[in-house]
Antibody, heavy 114, light 111 residues
Framework: QVQLVQSGAEVKKPGASVKVSCKAS????????MHWVRQAPGQSLEWMGW????????EYSQKFQGRVTITRDTSASTAYMELSSLRFEDTAVYYC???????WGQGTQVTVSS | DIVMTQTPLYLSVTPGQPASISCKSSQSLLHSDGKTYLYWYLQKAGQPPQLLIYEVSNRFSGVPDRFSGSGSGTDFTLKISRVEAEDVGVYYCMHSVQMWTFGQGTTVEIK
């Protein structure tokens, strides 16, 4: 079945970077976009950016511009989201989601703590 | 940027009774291709969001027919005809044209 499996929880110090992976299976990875969304504790969902498979480019939310990088490895059917210069307020669950709105990965908890 | 506003933010419903959630966008969601990219999700505790409705009124595979979506332009509604215990969680509307924009979420609990 179509599914996205993300990497495990991370604990990082302020100023560090984190890279979350999202392995796709059950469909043609190169035919679909991949979005990244995060959810801080008790908050709504916040879109971070996406990989546009139609044009082979990325687009990022202005809020994260300069700090987020979305990449993919087509040979491994895996997408990546790297967030740098981490702050305490970046503590959240990070999700990947396929273009079209479904499926979503199970989520990766990223905790920023000194 | 488009802003999505949901009301109410909290709903307590008796099992078997209907429920309705409104989602209003700050500008029309009608795309130049004629489609309206408005989605509804349910997020249960500790889980990722699950798609209920896509393009305003189309139920996703496996979604019970007690869920229905309607609306156009800037005003959209999700209706649950008879709420069941398994429907508890947070409901989000989402606009999707390239970037995604979410509403604040509506928490539904059972009385």
């Amino acid at each position: 079945q179509v599914q996205l499996v993300q990497s495990g929880a991370e604990v990082k110090k302020p100023g560090a970077s984190v890279k979350v992976s999202c392995k796709a299976s059950g469909y043609t990875f190169t035919s679909f976009a991949m979005h990244w969304v995060r959810q801080a504790p008790g908050q709504s969902l916040e879109w971070m950016g996406w990989y546009n498979a139609d044009y082979g480019n990325t687009e990022y939310s202005q809020k994260f511009q300069g700090r987020v990088t979305i990449t993919r490895d087509t040979s491994a059917s895996t997408a990546y989201m790297e967030l740098s210069s981490l702050r305490f307020e970046d503590t959240a669950v990070y999700y990947c989601a396929r273009g079209g709105g479904e499926p979503w990965g199970q989520g990766t908890q990223v905790t920023v703590s000194s | 940027d488009i802003v999505m506003t949901q009301t109410p933010l909290y709903l307590s419903v008796t099992p078997g009774q209907p429920a309705s959630i409104s989602c209003k966008s700050s500008q029309s969601l009608l795309h130049s291709d004629g489609k309206t990219y408005l989605y509804w999700y349910l997020q249960k505790a500790g889980q990722p969001p699950q798609l209920l409705i896509y393009e305003v009124s189309n139920r996703f595979s496996g979604v019970p027919d007690r869920f229905s979506g309607s609306g156009s332009g800037t005003d959209f509604t999700l209706k649950i005809s008879r709420v069941e215990a398994e429907d508890v969680g947070v409901y989000y509307c989402m606009h999707s044209v390239q970037m995604w924009t979410f509403g604040q979420g509506t928490t539904v609990e059972i009385k």
